[in-house]
């Protein structure tokens, strides 16, 4: 393993017990989420800085907003990279009520696309973002009724903020739906895993490599094929590297935080560790590209797509969990 990877990997591994230290009481996964993003901008996590960035999101919003619900401090630590925290949230907040008016609903999932929508949008134009982001999402609803929800938002967001054309990408995604659903069956993971190829290049290989990753995986005992991974594998499939690059870096990775704190199997189950070390594979090779072997564009198209990624697991992970607990009080 490279010096330099290495030493991203123990940051990582550090700012999760930051981040563990100052939010005990949180969402674990949450949590984990913000070290990972700090670690993507190879930054020790500032844990006063989300801390502070929490008690600004308390200060602004009202005690059942959704902004102080499951990923709060994933929010709080995405305003404390921003550099301006303060009009980053504004910005956020303006964002999401425009997106609950255009008919999206309230939820953790509107939270993150509010954000990427504020944080993205060419010289602040969100209302074409959001239009197009609801255009998107009404296309996608027409074509997979009881499949689209509000689990969709935050591709939709990445969507509408792209320059693809709406009715060819949807029709895209719907040739990506049939061709692989005889691997991965009709789900909502499918749709999730259509959506984060379609953002990527436009090839015609791109179901294809997909699927031989997917085996180059098995081979390794690694599942990305998972509930919460598959779109995982979509990311790592758009890659531009060696496939058995992209599956060694992930096996030494996983193999890595194994051996860190608070990442043992006592603590995290296998999926998650992968979810976070296809992740960090995806960071190496898209420094790699910053290092100019491929085009800057691709390169901030591929870090928003890891990031919706992460943000949707860990809001699905944390929306399970609090249904979960709700049902055992009852």
């Not at 800085?49 to 959704?66: N, P, W």
């Not at 990923?71 to 925290?85: E, K």
């Not at 591929?302 to 979960?324: G, P």
């Amino acid at each position: 393993m490279e010096t330099a990877y290495q030493a991203k990997l123990e940051l990582f591994a550090a700012n999760a017990q930051n981040v563990k230290s100052e939010f005990s009481w949180h969402n674990a996964q949450i949590n984990r989420l913000a070290a990972l993003l700090y670690t993507a901008e190879n930054r020790n996590a500032d844990a006063q800085a989300i801390r502070y960035c929490y008690d600004l999101l308390k200060e602004k919003t009202g005690f059942f907003s959704q902004f102080r619900g499951n990923l709060g401090v994933c929010i709080a630590a995405l305003l404390a990279l921003s550099g301006d925290p303060s009009k980053q949230l504004n910005d956020t907040l303006s964002v999401y009520e425009q997106m609950k008016e255009a008919k999206f609903r309230a939820s953790d999932y509107l939270v993150i696309a509010a954000h990427q929508i504020a944080a993205h949008s060419a010289d602040g134009n969100y209302g074409t973002a959001i239009e197009r982001a609801k255009i998107f999402y009404d296309r996608m609803k027409s074509r997979h009724y009881f499949l689209t929800g509000q689990d969709d938002y935050i591709y939709a967001a990445l969507l509408g903020l792209s320059s693809l054309d709406v009715e060819s990408s949807v029709e895209r995604m719907e040739q990506l739906y049939s061709l692989l659903k005889p691997e991965f069956g009709a789900s909502n993971r499918l749709q999730a895993l259509t959506q984060v190829l379609v953002l990527g290049e436009d090839s015609t290989e791109t179901a294809s490599r997909l699927l031989l990753l997917q085996e180059d995986f098995r081979r390794r005992g690694l599942r990305l094929d998972k509930e919460y991974t598959l779109t995982s594998l979509g990311i790592l499939s758009l890659l531009p590297a060696e496939r058995e690059t992209v599956v060694r870096t992930v096996e030494e990775t996983y193999e890595f935080l194994r051996e860190q704190k608070g990442f043992g199997s006592f603590w995290l189950t296998k999926q998650e560790v992968l979810l976070y070390s296809a992740a960090l594979a995806a960071y190496k090779q898209i420094e790699d590209i910053q290092k100019g072997l491929l085009t800057a564009s691709l390169s901030t198209s591929l870090t928003s797509i890891v990031i919706a990624q992460q943000s949707a697991s860990a809001a699905a992970a944390a929306s399970a969990a609090a249904a979960a607990s709700s049902s055992s009080s009852d």
